[in-house]
Nanobody, 125 residues
């Protein structure tokens, strides 16, 4: 199984972007999924997570009420709608999958066994 993330780019503060992550294979609908982000010199931090069904979503405090995670299992695709972007949101964003799918909203990188390649988001002030 491979994850391919795309949709990053350069945007002004207050703007919006939508990231997408497409999964290969036919088991995507059983995975808990998440978005992480990483800035130079720092570890990856949890941004948002979603259950296999899409019924439960979890967010880091720093993005709550601005970002929305969602998924379309028919399209094997995970999304992150990012609104009201701030310069501190600048990072490489990674999608991640937990193939056990048992628990959603896990916040540690070691709890995920699938990773996309990352997409750069840059927010200018």
């Amino acid at each position: 199984v491979q994850l391919q993330a795309y949709g990053g780019g350069l945007v002004q503060a207050g703007g919006f972007l939508r990231l997408s992550c497409v999964a290969s294979g036919d088991s995507f609908s059983s995975y808990a999924m998440a978005w992480f982000r990483q800035t130079p010199g720092k570890g990856r931090e949890f941004v948002a997570g979603i259950s296999w069904s899409g019924g439960r979503a979890y967010y880091a405090d720093s993005v709550k009420d601005r970002f929305t995670i969602s998924r379309d299992n028919a399209k094997n695709t995970l999304y992150l709608q990012m609104n009201s972007l701030k310069p501190e949101d600048t990072a490489v964003y990674y999608c991640a999958g937990d193939t056990s799918g048992i628990v959603a909203g896990l916040r540690q990188t070691y709890e995920y066994d699938l990773w996309g390649q990352g997409t750069q988001v840059t927010v200018s002030s």
